[in-house]
């Protein structure tokens, strides 16, 4: 029944500059409601829809997880594509953020991110390889390093 997720909504504190932000990643402004302090944004190919809605001055913000499916060659370059627009990768699980994380019971890939209200936010590319269960979770080069001994 189910085929994707067909929209997903934050909350922000400023849908002036939540716009330009999700502008910068390439997403495509397909309805913006002013009066609403709501804007739509279109993502990829299908047109998957992020709904933002601001919320009121003072009502405290929930900030959510969500990650946005990319190509692996286009992860490999996403950390700089980020930093060139301002926007920093995350460490975690412990490690830097020198390169993509891998998911190994997936598996999938991942640069970590967040917007200006601290949703966290990921670009995320499924691997070629067989699930793995890690009691970590490893860089890419390790990944591939570990891969290669099984």
């Known amino acids: 029944m189910i085929d994707s997720i067909f929209e997903t909504h934050l909350q922000v504190t400023d849908l002036d500059r939540s716009i330009t932000f999700y ?27 992020l709904a933002l809605k601001e919320v009121p001055k003072g009502q405290k913000l929930q900030p959510r997880h969500f990650a946005f499916g ?4 286009q992860l490999m370059k996403a950390s700089d594509w980020l930093i060139e627009r301002g926007i920093y990768p995350l460490p975690g699980f ?27 936010l990921e670009f995320m590319a499924w691997l070629d390889d067989e699930p793995q269960s890690l009691n970590h979770v490893p860089h890419l080069s390790e990944w591939n390093q570990i891969k290669q001994t099984k």
């Open 23 to 49: 502008r910068k990643l390439g997403l495509t402004l397909a309805l913006h409601k002013p009066e609403r302090r709501s804007a739509f944004f279109y993502a990829g190919e299908r047109r998957d829809l």
């Open 70 to 73: 990319v190509q692996l060659e």
């Open 94 to 120: 412990g490690k830097d953020a020198s390169e993509p994380f891998v998911h190994a019971w997936m598996p999938a890939a991942s640069v970590y991110f967040n917007d200006h209200d601290g949703n966290e």
